[in-house]
């Protein structure tokens, strides 16, 4: 693995890999000394997150999974900052960046962009890895990875998410979460995927003709609180208004598509509600301490997640697997 640029990139046996390679840095880290094996581990390496779209704990994620592993993280988060403001490209400054850092981490509003600079970097001597963490409304790879550790630990003891009915609420149309999840689903055998929008924010087709070609059953629909009470997981998303051209959004009744106190009744007791946040009122506050939310757990997983993969990609993964305490 060079770069993380798209879900599709990704297999099962990757998708294994990473998970109990996961479940050992998290159990690691419990203890001072794991916790310092792991710091040992990168500590000659520097990272570099250029995040020019806002962001919370994708951003700080990153930056603790970095921490974790010892290396030092600098940052741009305002591109009116850097050179780019004397009317450098943005090629020139990623080169720039990979000058002095041995891994790029990259949020942007330019879908593809990602991909374009890890191309760029291939023609050069310093070809280092890139990481997508959010192309604009076309692709969130390691949330995806995150979302599948989630429901692979919430479903531990029942077979995985094999055979699971996952139901993806939301702006399906903008959320990007939702695009790189549908894409990781495809493969795990029996999986049911139900997309519940308004109908103006339904699935793209490309991933419709994805979802066919892969010969991978769904379904849509309007009714959320008819089928609350099939499913195993239920992911919802807010909408994407900041890809809004005239503020269509709000003229949209999403009220439908929202998760309320009230709807815990319906749903089974070992389902589980997943958001990769930030959430606005479609998920309700109240449900937060509910057993079955598990989107702060998800959160946390991300971290985790991201260590594993960074140590994947710059080679110390298999260090990490060794480990004994
Ligand atoms: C998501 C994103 O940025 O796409 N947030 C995140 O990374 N956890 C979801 C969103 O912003 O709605």
Redesign the pocket.
Known sequence: MKNVLRASQFDRPFLNHLCDLTTKIRKTDKTKEGSLFLQSLLKHKRAMLYFT??????YLSFQSACYILGMAASEIRDPSTSSERKGESIEDSLRTFSSYVDLIIM?SPVKGLCDKMADLLATTHRQIPIIN??SGPDE?PT?ALLDIYTLERSFKHSGGVEGKTICLVG?LKR???IRSLTQLLVHYPKVKIIFSSPEQFRIEEDLRRFLKDRKQDFTEVQDLKKILPEVDAVYM??V?DEYDQQQESRSIDTAPFKLIHDDLKLLKSTAVILH????RDELDVKIDNDERARYWHQ?RN?MWVRTALISMLLGVDQEISRWEA
Not at 53 to 58: A, D, G, L, Y
Not at 276 to 279: G, I, K, V
């Open positions: 779209q806002p962001s919370t704990r994708t949020r963490a959010g969130h949330q702006d959320g990007r979460t998303t807010r994407q990769p946040l930030p959430r959160e991300g």
